[in-house]
């Protein structure tokens, strides 16, 4: 599957933007899909993972109650929420799917496919 993210840009604290990842293919679902970021000068992080039905989620702890990721399979796409953002927030943010397996995951190496990234910047 090949991956497109968008949305990003500049946004003030305690604003929101909604980040999208269209994918190609006739498979979207059967991807399990998340979202990391990479701050610069650091590693890629965990953000949000949502299994293949799109029933369960789960999320960061620092983004947690202020992030929802969500996937609609008629777009093929998929979607992150952010509200209430703050300075700490600010990164390239990435999408990825997973091609098997029924659950959630939190860890970069559990994904086969990446899109290229968006910039999100948050100034205080």
């Known amino acids: 599957v090949q991956l497109q993210a968008s949305g990003g840009g500049l946004v003030q604290a305690g604003g929101s933007l909604r980040l999208s990842c269209a994918a190609s293919g006739r498979t979207f679902g059967s991807y399990a899909l998340g979202w990391f970021r990479q701050a610069p000068g650091k590693e890629r992080e965990f953000v949000a993972a949502i299994t293949q039905s799109g029933c369960y989620t789960y999320y960061a702890d620092s983004v947690k109650g202020r992030f929802t990721i969500s996937r609609d399979s008629a777009r093929s796409t998929l979607y992150l929420q952010m509200n209430s953002l703050k300075p700490e927030d600010t990164a390239v943010y990435y999408c990825?799917?997973?091609?098997?397996?029924?659950?959630?995951?939190?860890?970069?190496?559990?994904?086969?496919?990446w899109g290229q990234g968006t910039q999100v910047t948050v100034s205080s």
């Open positions: 990825a799917a997973r091609n098997s397996g029924y659950y959630y995951y939190t860890r970069v190496n559990d994904y086969d496919s």
